[in-house]
């Protein structure tokens, strides 16, 4: 039924790949599976944190949204664009959520970054609501993931790195 492989052109086991809908994961392998009639070859994803695995027909990697780890260079503009000044804009909270979820799942860095910056609070400054506060959260850890691995550090000092520069912004 199933047989792990070694490869397929684009990932290989053993790399770090950002899915949009659940961020950074690691190829664990490849199989062949029949499903519905079809032979189909998934590639196999372990999102440790989530306790997920997930598979994706290799055909289907590419529309899926499935990318290899942000460069150095990619991952140094989305820190950038932390520094940057906020853009929240005074539409209804509702609307906006909507499109910080979208811009999240896209898997991009940059626009993940986006939402970080105009979503983070420091001292001083007015309360979150709990739906900001929970779409901060999420748009943070998926960047901090990234970063981390990008930087090839653990969580913890990838976490205080982004603050740090959250801080001085």
Do not use: C
Not at 84 to 92: C, E, I, N, P, V
Not at 101 to 107: D, F, L, Q, R, Y
Request: aromatic share 6%.
């Amino acid at each position: 039924m199933s047989g792990i492989k070694k490869q397929t052109s684009k990932f290989n086991k053993g790399d770090h790949v950002v899915y949009p809908a659940h961020g950074v994961g690691l190829i664990k392998g490849f199989e062949d599976q029949e499903i519905a009639g079809h032979s189909l070859e998934l590639i196999v994803i372990d999102f440790e944190k989530d306790r997920m695995t997930l598979r994706v027909p290799k055909t289907k990697a590419e529309t899926s949204g499935l990318r290899r780890l942000s460069t150095k260079d990619e991952m140094d503009s989305a820190i950038k664009t932390l520094k940057g000044r906020s853009r929240a804009r005074r539409t209804m909270w509702s609307r906006r959520a909507q499109e910080y979820e979208a811009k999240i799942n896209s898997g991009d860095p940059i626009s993940i970054a986006e939402v970080v910056r105009d979503l983070h609070r420091n001292a001083g400054q007015p309360d979150q609501s709990y739906s900001e506060r929970q779409i901060y959260q999420a748009a943070f850890d998926r960047l901090m993931r990234e970063f981390a691995a990008v930087e090839k550090i653990d969580e913890d000092t990838a976490v205080e790195q982004l603050e740090t520069v959250l801080q001085a912004a």
